[in-house]
T-cell receptor, first 115, second 114 residues
Framework: EAQVTQNPRYLITVTGKKLTVTCSQNMNHEYMSWYRQDPGLGLRQIYYSMNVEVTDKGDVPEGYKVSRKEKRNFPLILESPSPNQTSLYFC???FGAGGPQETQYFGPGTRLLVL | AQKITQTQPGMFVQEKEAVTLDCTYDTSDQSYGLFWYKQPSSGEMIFLIYQGSYDEQNATEGRYSLNFQKARKSANLVISASQLGDSAMYFCAMREALGEKLTFGTGTRLTIIP
């Protein structure tokens, strides 16, 4: 089954404790992206990757890191989480590296609570 | 800068009625894509429908259609014969010509009343 998977789905952590949210897709997609969703704000892009070893900042990159060492994986790293990073996080992917017609498919989401 | 505006925070609609969810957008690109996603209470984001800026006909997918008015920069989602399972949050989004990101609106929460 073609899908985007994220792990963990739920996470409660404490301020300052490094964490990684994994994202993997099995569709051989070139483009991958991370978003966070907060009430009243919709989804905002954190980082994106056009291909392996190619990443760039989105609208809200502060406090996050990413890497794209393999085509299928795009982990999101919070080196020192803070309470304002409590949010619902989505990973997404699309076939092409660009172009407005490319539909992004989303993972199931990761709910993160930082105490 | 791109912007998506959804002016209806919430809507209540009787089952079996049609419903229109509003979306207006702002971009300086000539080539762009417009998308609608559904987010049920379980949280996942489900792709519904796509409209390209150069498409001459309105997109349709089953009970979903997109009322695309390019001159007005609007891309309203129409759901025909609404069902209880349509109750969800709906997001309008736009992807720019280079495709680096989706810009989302703030969403409309649709509730279908039996």
């Amino acid at each position: 089954e073609a899908q985007v998977t994220q792990n963990p789905r739920y996470l409660i952590t404490v301020t300052g404790k490094k964490l990684t949210v994994t994202c993997s897709q099995n569709m051989n997609h070139e483009y991958m992206s991370w978003y966070r969703q907060d009430p009243g704000l919709g989804l905002r892009q954190i980082y994106y990757s056009m291909n392996v070893e190619v990443t760039d900042k989105g609208d809200v990159p502060e406090g996050y890191k990413v890497s794209r060492k393999e085509k299928r994986n795009f982990p999101l790293i919070l080196e020192s989480p803070s309470p304002n990073q409590t949010s619902l996080y989505f990973c997404a992917s699309s076939f092409g590296a660009g172009g407005p017609q490319e539909t992004q498919y989303f993972g199931p989401g990761t709910r993160l609570l930082v105490l | 800068a791109q912007k998506i505006t959804q002016t209806q925070p919430g809507m209540f609609v009787q089952e079996k009625e049609a419903v229109t969810l509003d979306c207006t957008y702002d971009t300086s690109d000539q080539s762009y894509g417009l998308f609608w996603y559904k987010q049920p209470s379980s949280g996942e984001m489900i792709f519904l429908i796509y409209q390209g800026s150069y498409d001459e006909q309105n997109a349709t997918e089953g009970r979903y259609s997109l009322n695309f008015q390019k001159a007005r920069k609007s891309a309203n989602l129409v759901i025909s014969a609404s069902q209880l399972g349509d109750s969800a949050m709906y997001f309008c989004a736009m992807r720019e010509a280079l495709g680096e990101k989706l810009t989302f609106g703030t969403g409309t929460r649709l509730t279908i009343i039996p």
